[in-house]
Structure formats: structure tokens, C-alpha cells
DNA sequence: CATGCGATGTCAGGCACTGCCATCACGTAG
DNA sequence: CTACGTGATGGCAGTGCCTGACATCGCATG
């Protein structure tokens, strides 16, 4: 046996997840999630940048399967198309994942600190969409707004997957969401009213 | 006269922009932008909440207009225009500041602890502007999507407004970044070739 | 056994931010 | 004119996040 237990790098996560649950996140201090992991708070910072990204460990193989997804999409595929092709990439990702997915978005959306922290690898995210679809021959700046749509898509519908009940598939609220983008885009009034005339900027 | 230098609020903001410019935001403590503006770092937290909150002064300001203006747009409008009046109405808040914005743009993208704080300014932007929808009649997810659609046509526009030559008004800037997102999720290929198949998610 | 290496621990310190109390000019009631 | 309340500021101590420098310890390799 090792002189050290396995896993620092996980026991800390759970830890942290755990701590920030109970008694919230402010009032949790660093040295405490890594007491309740078996370490001390300057091993802690050896593991994770700040107190904040412990909660982000997977975003980088998100990111990885989203882009790599578009950049695989093919050739024939327009913009949003390629684009669902992502999202459809990144749903095996929570696979009887959902209840641990909404502890920890309970969490982060209670604290503003924790929330930009998701909002900046979101936008992480849709920069690094950007440049798959512009290698795809998307021109500025529909591939910056193409990059947001889908990161949008992907945040309103992971939200209501989320909330939603066990029958509910992710590949099914995104594939719902999508189709709403659409429609929405397309001028449509999302409320089965006749529309009229449309003003401009 | 007072006892105390009128306007300390607004010079905390210029000390703090001048100093971030020159020296980097990292690089510049909390106490050297007090006393460049005769204050103490006491005074300034009276100020502002921290470091970050004395770039982002405007920010409540520039929500306003563009939530009041989506209200207020007919009744008869489609989501996506009501938008559109958005963001016509905040342009004016950016006539003749654009150097400034360029400085504090530059600033910001420097920095990912500012850019967190914009982004999550402009979520905040982003869930008044679904509610202001919500209360039009949209129902969900399409009032989040056109909400988030409608800041992501804001950011990637102003982006390319402070990059732009001093001929290029904001107004434009924005009108044709309105105009390439409708394009592109209407299924465009956005870069002149024609389009085969669709994917599904 | 000697040596190097990797993960961890220990310690000192800077800086962001907060709570508490003091200060001081100004306005106003008496 | 004096006394008192008020609002913006200063001073100071304290907590917690985060970092740099150095020490420790088990393991692998020679």
C-alpha cells in the first residue's frame, strides 16, 4: 500500500460538494474540505486553483467532446446542424449522472461567486466552438453567434433536464430546446398568436 | 465648500481604470486606488462591494433601458423584435464614449476574474430580459432562449464596435449582427455554398 | 546503499474584505 | 449661540484565500 490514500484529487471534489451542500458555500472554509478529505488546505491548492474550481473538474472533457463533435460533423452539415451533432455528443456524458447533476447545480446557482465560475467556462466553451466553425468555413460573425446559440441551447436545456422528471431523457430536453431556438429566431410568436409586423435596431 | 472632494465614487472608478490600464489588474492593490484618489481603501469597499463591482458602474443602467425598451415595444411585435427595439434603445448610452470603452474592454478581456463579472452581468441582463418576455406572453424555454440569444447579438456586436473603425456606428453593428444570427439559425451555411442535410441531436 | 523524484506537510506572509468605533464638518432644534 | 444628530470618512483588528520556500517521507532506480 501507497504512504498516501488514492485519489486526493477526487476525495477533495466529493468533499467540497459535500460541505458546500450542508452548510453552504461561504460559510465552508478551505481547510475544511480538505480536513473532511484526509489533507491540508495548502495540498488542496495543489490540486485545484481556487476554492471555486473544485466544482469544475469535468468541464474540460465536456468542452473536449463538444468541439471535437462539431469538428466531426459532416462537411455537407450547415452550422446548427453541426451544433446538434455536439449536443448529441455530450449527452452519454450525464448518463445516470442527473441526481448528482442536480445537487451540484443547486449549489452553484445559490452562489454568485460559484455561478460565474460556470458562466466563464460556458464562455470558454463557446469561443472554442467558434474557431471549430469557423475551420468549418463559417464566416464571422455568424460563428461567434452560431458558438452562443448552441452554448444557449445547451444551458436552457440542461436547466430544465435538470428539474425535470426521471423520464425525461437530456438528448430529448435538448432536442426540444433546439427545435424552440429555431422557432424563435424564425420570428415565430412561441404563443400561437398571428404576428404582425417586426421593427428594427 | 464641502468637507470632503465631491465625486468620490466617479474618481475611485477613473483611479481604478487608469491603474488596471497601466499596471495590470492583478498587479494594482486596493489602497494604491484609494490614494489615487485621496481615499482610503476603507472608503472604497463603502463604494463598491470589491475589486471588480468599480469597473462595472453603468451596468444597472444599461439593463434598464434595454429591459423598459423590450416592455415597451407593441404589443403586436414578435419576441425577436421586441429585441431588436432592446437594442436600439441602449445605443445612445455609448454615443461619443467609445475610446473609453475600448479601454475598459481591453481591461476586461485581460483579465479572466473581470470578464467572469461581465459575463455574469450580462446573465443577470439575460434572465430580466426572459422575465420582461414572460410577462409579453412568450412562454418557455423560448423567452430564455430569445433572451439569451439577444445578449449573445449585444456582446458579439459591441465586441466588433470597439474593434471598429470610427465610422461604423453601434447601431449598425448591432443591426447586422440581428441580422447574420437570424440567418444562421434559419439554417444557413453562412458562407455562400449550398446546403445538403440536416442532423438531429 | 545512495540518489533522485513525487506527493504531501509546515510556515510565513500578502492582500481582499469586514466589523467596530472614532472623527469631523454640516444642518437643525432649542 | 449651543447642543445634538447625521453622513461620509479614517483607523484598526481580524478572518480567510492564496502563494512561495523549504522540509519530509516513501518509492523507484542505479
Redesign the pocket.
Known amino acids: 500500500?501507497?504512504?498516501?490514500q488514492p485519489n486526493?484529487r477526487g476525495r477533495l471534489a466529493e468533499a467540497a460538494l459535500a460541505l458546500y451542500s450542508e452548510r453552504g458555500y461561504e460559510q465552508?472554509?478551505?481547510?475544511e474540505i480538505?480536513g473532511r478529505a484526509?489533507?491540508?488546505?495548502?495540498?488542496f491548492?495543489?490540486?485545484y486553483?481556487?476554492?471555486?474550481e473544485v466544482l469544475f473538474d469535468g468541464s474540460g472533457a465536456l468542452q473536449e467532446l463538444f468541439v471535437d463533435a462539431v469538428t466531426g460533423a459532416p462537411r455537407s452539415a450547415a452550422p446548427i446542424d453541426a451544433l446538434a451533432a455536439g449536443l448529441a455528443a455530450i449527452c452519454p456524458m450525464f448518463a445516470d449522472r442527473r441526481e448528482h447533476a442536480r445537487r451540484r447545480q443547486a449549489v452553484v446557482m445559490a452562489n454568485p461567486e460559484l455561478l460565474e465560475r460556470e458562466l466563464i467556462k460556458l464562455a470558454s466553451l463557446s469561443a472554442t466552438l467558434a474557431d471549430a466553425l469557423r475551420r468549418r468555413g463559417v464566416a464571422e460573425p455568424a460563428a461567434s453567434l452560431t458558438a452562443e446559440a448552441g452554448v444557449a441551447v445547451f444551458k436552457v436545456g440542461f436547466e430544465r433536464w435538470t428539474a425535470a422528471g426521471e423520464e425525461r431523457e437530456l438528448s430529448q430536453v435538448l432536442q426540444e430546446s433546439l427545435t424552440a431556438f429555431r422557432a424563435v429566431a424564425a420570428g415565430g410568436r412561441a404563443d400561437s398568436a398571428p404576428r404582425t409586423g417586426p421593427a428594427a435596431p
Open positions: 500500500m501507497g504512504r498516501w486526493a465552508t472554509t478551505v481547510a480538505a484526509g489533507l491540508t488546505e495548502r495540498t491548492f495543489r490540486h486553483a481556487d476554492k471555486r
